[in-house]
C-alpha cells in the first residue's frame, strides 16, 4: 500500500517519508476504509522503527500535507531533546529538512537498521 524513504536530504536524521502506492490521491478521504488503514498501518509501523532506532526520541511528528506535491503521502519526522532539535518547541522548518545533505555511510546503516525493525515488526 505505500513505499517509505528515509530522506537524503536535511539536517533531520532519521526524517522519512511514507508514499502511498496503491493508486494516486490526493486526501485520505479518496481512499478506501481498507486503503486508509493500510497506509497509516504502514506510516505507523515506520514511525515506531525510527522511535526505536533513533533514541531518544522525544515525539513523532507526522505531517500529511501535500501542499507542494498533492499526493497522499506522511513526513515523519522525529524530535529530540530542546539541544538536539534543530527547531525546538516549534514545527521544523522545510529548509532544515531539504537543505544539506545526510553522511550516506551512516544514513546506509540507520536504513539497514530500520529495514531490520520492520521486518521484525510484520
Known amino acids: 500500500m505505500a513505499q517509505s524513504y528515509l530522506w537524503r536530504s536535511g539536517q533531520v536524521r532519521g526524517y522519512a517519508v511514507v508514499i502511498f502506492t496503491a493508486r494516486h490521491v490526493a486526501e485520505p478521504t479518496e481512499m478506501s476504509e481498507r486503503e486508509a488503514a493500510a497506509f497509516w498501518r504502514d506510516a505507523r509501523a515506520v514511525g515506531h522503527a525510527i522511535e526505536e532506532h533513533y533514541q531518544p526520541v522525544l515525539k513523532m511528528n507526522y505531517l500529511l500535507l501535500g501542499n507542494a ?23 521544523v522548518p522545510f529548509a532544515l529538512l531539504d537543505h544539506g545533505r545526510q553522511d550516506e555511510a551512516l544514513l546506509q546503516r540507520d536504513a539497514a537498521a530500520l529495514r531490520r525493525l520492520l521486518r521484525g515488526a510484520a
Open 69 to 91: 506535491i498533492p499526493h497522499a503521502h506522511w513526513h515523519l519526522v522525529p524530535r529530540h531533546e530542546a539541544t538536539k532539535d534543530p527547531a525546538p518547541g516549534g514545527p
